[in-house]
């Protein structure tokens, strides 16, 4: 599985932006898509994921402000953000988690840098 990673950029504070991660390679072996960030300085955490079964999980801080969507057609999964706030400044990731054979494997899109400006 490979992952393309969009969509970061220069906000406000209070705006909005969303990122883009589109799958390739073998995408039905795909059980979830996760969203990660690291700040400098800071340990890589994971900010929302969404199962194959549309089930999603978020960080405290995000909830009611971060939406997580797939789109299966494209193969793309989803973050949109709102009232971004200076600390949600960090480089995004995304991780698809994959199924083979009973044996799960972890793949890393580039990351995309989210800047929030005060």
């Known amino acids: 599985v490979q992952l393309q990673a969009s969509g970061g950029g220069l906000v406000q504070a209070g705006g909005s932006l969303t990122l883009s991660c589109a799958a390739s390679?073998?995408?039905?072996?795909?059980?979830?898509i996760g969203w990660y960030r690291q700040a400098p300085g800071k340990r890589r955490e994971l900010v929302a994921v969404?199962?194959?079964?549309?089930?999603?999980n978020y960080l405290d801080s995000v909830k009611g402000r971060f939406t997580i969507s797939r789109d299966n057609a494209k193969n793309t999964v989803y973050l949109q953000m709102n009232s971004l706030k200076p600390e949600d400044t960090a480089t995004y990731y995304c991780?698809?988690?994959?199924?083979?054979?009973?044996?799960?494997?972890?793949?890393w899109g580039q990351g995309t840098l989210v800047t929030v400006s005060s």
């Open positions: 390679g073998s995408t039905s072996r795909i059980t979830a």
């Open positions: 969404i199962s194959s079964s549309n089930r999603t």
């Open positions: 991780n698809a988690e994959s199924r083979s054979n009973s044996r799960l494997a972890y793949n």
